[in-house]
């Protein structure tokens, strides 16, 4: 059931594009069929593509990425910035701008605001300056070790601030957040379900970007050489853009079966047909690395929407181990060698042991990683004030 408006509409902001081409452009799209069509989402960042729906306005400064060449379109972009010709002069709106976004945005009554970076949170706060309305902030990761004044006058003046991980609620929280609580990736119930798979054939679901994740997508590639000796034929069926095909490394392109960038129907249908998902990351100590300090894999939830045990390279103390504790080695698996990995997959080769695993991830899916979940949480913050 949808939130019928009224008069006042709501206002999403994220740095990208309302598409399936990024993680949080996706998240924007089920968190916005909380209310009605009476919406509108404002982005800035066209690298990932166009928004996927009409009520999406892109507020761009830069020369379209099809002018041929890197240093021309750079050069041009510096001068429609310098002579106001875009919205934004550094991270701050052009002055004549302001008046059309006012315009833009009239009558909006609550915003749903997605800062990574620093530069973003300025973004945002000059949005939610022109919208002059209650908003909520979501934390999908924390790229910046140090938050510039905008991101913690964003944070100290949100209605709520929602966390992906715990240690992010500590940042949060001392940096002046009132209301906290931790909402992690979401998305709808699949139409599939793995079943356990009989035999010597071993198909493994691969989803999403991989540049970040070298060192894990090593430790599977070490670890394939193992697992023939169980298995005699080994398949990893990856769901992702094309571009990203570079980093999967040599020895592991010999395994892989490449399903491209496919709709929700294709990539669940796809998923239900192998035996685990693999995470490949992250594998950094949380002290060195912001992403094993604060990010959670967003693909996480589809494999568990689709009944598969997940096995991870993850550290043991990052972010994404601490979330799935609750079924660590029970459905959640997270590894440091390839012999760790072999163990693991080998242990689930029994079916009985496969299907607990499975279980544990189903159940854990509907209580953390629901739609309707995230959405219910964010509509009744956001009827207050609509």
């Known amino acids: 059931m949808t939130l019928r408006l009224?008069?006042?509409?709501?206002?999403?902001?994220?740095?990208?594009?309302?598409?399936?081409?990024?993680?949080?452009?996706?998240?924007?799209?089920?968190?916005?069929?909380?209310?009605?069509?009476?919406?509108?989402?404002?982005?800035?960042?066209?690298?990932?593509?166009?928004?996927?729906?009409?009520?999406?306005?892109?507020?761009?400064?830069?020369?379209?990425?099809?002018?041929?060449?890197?240093?021309?379109?750079?050069?041009?972009?510096?001068?429609?910035?310098?002579?106001?010709?875009?919205?934004?002069?550094?991270?701050?709106?052009?002055?004549?701008?302001?008046?059309s976004l006012r315009k833009l945005l009239a009558g909006t009554g609550f915003a749903y605001l997605a800062p990574l970076r620093c530069s973003e949170a300025t973004k945002c706060r000059e949005i939610i300056e022109m919208a002059s309305c209650p908003f909520v902030v979501h934390l999908w990761d924390l790229l910046?070790?140090?938050?510039?004044?905008?991101?913690?006058?964003?944070l100290s003046h949100a209605e709520h601030v929602f966390c992906l991980s715990s240690?992010?609620?500590?940042?949060?929280?001392?940096?002046?957040?009132?209301?906290?609580?931790?909402?992690?990736?979401?998305?709808?119930?699949?139409?599939?379900?793995?079943?356990?798979?009989?035999?010597t054939h071993l198909i493994i679901g691969l989803v999403g970007f991989l540049s970040a994740y070298q060192k894990g997508l090593r430790l599977l590639e070490d670890a394939i050489a193992s697992?023939?000796?169980?298995?005699?034929?080994?398949?990893?069926?990856?769901?992702?853009?094309?571009a990203q095909l570079q980093f999967i490394p040599r020895d592991l392109r010999r395994v892989i079966e490449y399903i491209g960038?496919?709709?929700?129907?294709?990539?669940?249908?796809?998923?239900?047909?192998?035996?685990?998902?693999?995470?490949?990351?992250?594998?950094?100590?949380?002290?060195?690395?912001?992403?094993s300090r604060h990010s959670i894999p967003s693909r996480s939830a589809d494999y568990m929407a689709n009944g598969l045990p997940i096995v991870a390279a993850a550290h043991p103390l990052s972010a994404t181990s601490s979330f799935f504790s609750p079924i660590r080695d029970k459905g959640f698996y997270p590894v440091g060698d390839p012999h760790h990995l072999c163990?693991?997959?080998?242990?689930?080769?029994?079916?009985?042991?496969?299907s607990q695993a499975a279980a544990e991830c189903a159940v854990f899916f509907e209580k953390h990683c629901a739609i309707q979940n995230a959405q219910n949480e964010l509509r009744s913050i956001a009827e207050r004030f609509l």
């Open 227 to 242: 697992l023939r000796m169980s298995y005699s034929d080994i398949c990893i069926r990856y769901i992702g853009p094309p």
């Open 6 to 99: 009224n008069k006042k509409k709501v206002l999403f902001v994220t740095a990208m594009s309302a598409s399936k081409l990024n993680a949080i452009g996706v998240q924007t799209l089920y968190l916005a069929e909380a209310f009605d069509r009476d919406w509108i989402h404002c982005y800035w960042d066209g690298s990932s593509g166009t928004s996927a729906i009409s009520n999406s306005y892109w507020l761009d400064s830069r020369i379209p990425s099809v002018w041929p060449f890197d240093i021309g379109r750079g050069f041009l972009t510096r001068q429609v910035e310098r002579f106001g010709l875009g919205w934004w002069r550094g991270d701050h709106l052009v002055r004549h701008k302001q008046r």
């Open 343 to 354: 163990r693991v997959v080998l242990n689930l080769q029994d079916e009985r042991n496969w």
């Open 144 to 154: 910046d070790p140090v938050l510039n004044t905008d991101y913690k006058w964003l």
């Open 261 to 291: 960038l496919s709709d929700d129907h294709a990539r669940d249908k796809a998923l239900s047909g192998c035996q685990f998902g693999y995470l490949p990351g992250p594998m950094g100590p949380p002290e060195e690395s912001s992403r």
């Open 167 to 199: 240690t992010m609620t500590e940042v949060v929280r001392n940096a002046g957040a009132r209301d906290t609580s931790r909402l992690a990736f979401v998305r709808p119930h699949s139409a599939y379900h793995a079943t356990h798979s009989q035999g």
